[in-house]
């Protein structure tokens, strides 16, 4: 039995990460991180904290368990590419935070939604590019048939919003 406070905490603590909480549960980080928001909770990525932003009492004393489902099994193979896509969109939107309200971390985005439903593929041309280690290591997470996806629905997202794209 995991209490929601306990967790919370580990998390915050670095003591436990949504990955391990995950394969603990048999489930996706994303499945982890939803049940998480479905809580009341906001990851404030400034302070590396969960804010509770629920309108009822915080559920600090729930079991963390019987939130997830057991019938929500997915292939392991989704599953990995599903927890590989959360753990770069997380980071990602870490980076970007600090320029936005926080109703950015609940709002979906372009890339989420690629990442979740891969689009038929434009005709497309290749480059090379250097990347520095830290960004290396987010596009590293993502499972090589998305990579050229999440890099180009990046820097769209940033190039539209320097009004550079319609």
Do not use: C
Not at 71 to 87: D, G, I
Not at 110 to 138: C, M, N, T, W
């Amino acid at each position: 039995m995991m209490l929601v406070k306990k967790m919370l905490n580990g998390i915050m603590m670095k003591e436990i990460t949504i990955k391990e909480l995950a394969d603990r549960y048999d489930v996706s980080t994303r499945t982890i991180q939803s049940k998480i928001k479905k809580l009341g909770y906001e990851w404030d990525s400034k302070e590396s904290i969960y804010r509770y932003v629920g309108e009822e009492s915080e559920p600090l004393d729930v079991d963390f368990s019987t939130l997830i489902s057991k019938n929500s099994k997915m292939p392991a193979e989704q599953k990995l590419a599903t927890s590989e896509v959360a753990a770069s969109t997380s980071y990602v939107d870490e980076s970007e935070s600090t320029s936005t309200s926080s109703s950015k971390a609940s709002t979906v985005d372009a890339i989420d939604l690629l990442l979740q439903h891969p689009k038929e593929r434009s005709k497309r041309v290749y480059r090379g590019f250097y990347f520095d280690d830290d960004v290396l290591s987010i596009i590293d997470r993502v499972p090589k048939s998305y990579k050229s996806e999440l890099v180009n629905e990046a820097l769209r997202k940033v190039f539209k919003e320097k009004g550079l794209l319609d």
